[in-house]
């Protein structure tokens, strides 16, 4: 994944964390894949190469702006790899969000490519891995390591801050790893993300239980942020005294409330932080 906070913290010592979808690299344009399609990285990959891999979604002007702060984006990873794999973190959290051979997995935020690296071998070579991103230095980061470790079943993604701009109906499980307060803006990300999901999809976030400021998001605020676009939680659990993962199923198109019901759904029932 993708991880973005300045310094690592001693719960990650304690802790495991969360599947990640990977990523494919596109030369001009997007273009639609599913899981089980050829491999994603051959020959030499550039950062320039590295692009969406599904067609813009619907715009942040639709949908009503987070009520509480949004965390900077401050690196490509959360702390050491070898500290996370002695901790057990990628293990616990794909684990919980039982992930298996032959699934196409997203991570959010992937960085330069901790849970990749790890998802890589997990779904095989019938799975897929979307690496996506916002920031091009870091998909260049794992574009580079995607190429050196010859993986074939990559893809590198670039989206935006509303729309991870992946493939429509092509992601079992999306992971946000250590980087949902960091979202400009969740109610238009989560709307288009539900876009790419396949039927019983499921979103699994890892985060710390803080003020969205200090890089972390409180339960009770995550909650309602999904909700109002139509995610059902199916599971809560608390990996240290200050982390948990949670998981929701995406809701699918039929179902999925249009941008006017999330901004009306917002208005009655606002989503704001709890006072710090």
């Known amino acids: 994944m993708s991880t973005r906070a300045s310094s690592a913290s001693p719960h990650w010592l304690r802790v495991g964390v969360v599947s990640a979808v990977a990523a494919v690299v596109l030369f001009g344009g997007w273009q639609l894949r599913g899981a089980s399609s050829g491999p994603g990285l051959r020959g030499g990959l550039s950062q320039d190469s590295i692009g969406p891999a599904g067609p813009p979604g619907e715009p942040a002007t639709a949908f009503p702006a987070p009520m509480r702060p949004v965390a900077d984006i401050v690196a490509p990873r959360w702390t050491r790899e070898d500290v996370r794999d002695e901790a057990g973190e ?13 699934m196409a997995v997203a991570d959010i935020g992937a960085g330069d490519g901790y849970y ?148 009306a759904a917002v208005s009655a029932n606002p989503c704001r932080a709890p006072r710090e």
């Open 90 to 102: 990628f293990e616990q959290v794909a684990g919980l969000a039982k992930i298996r051979p032959g």
């Open 116 to 263: 990749v690296a790890r998802l890589v071998p997990l779904v095989g070579r019938q799975g897929m891995v979307f690496g996506q991103d916002i920031i091009p230095d870091y998909l260049g980061l794992l574009a580079d390591r995607a190429r050196r470790e010859r993986w074939p079943n990559v893809r590198v993604v670039l989206g935006e801050p509303h729309d991870p701009r992946l493939p429509p109906g092509g992601v079992d499980v999306a992971l946000m790893i250590h980087m949902y307060h960091e979202i400009e803006q969740p109610y238009a990300l989560l709307w288009n993300l539900a876009t790419a999901m396949r039927p019983g999809g499921r979103l699994v976030i890892l985060d710390l239980e803080r003020p969205t400021a200090q890089h972390g998001t409180p339960p009770g605020l995550l909650r309602c942020e999904l909700k109002a676009v139509g995610y059902r939680e199916r599971s809560f659990t608390r990996t240290a005294f200050d982390e948990y993962v949670a998981i929701f199923e995406a809701p699918g198109i039929a179902t999925r409330p249009s941008p006017a019901a999330v901004s």
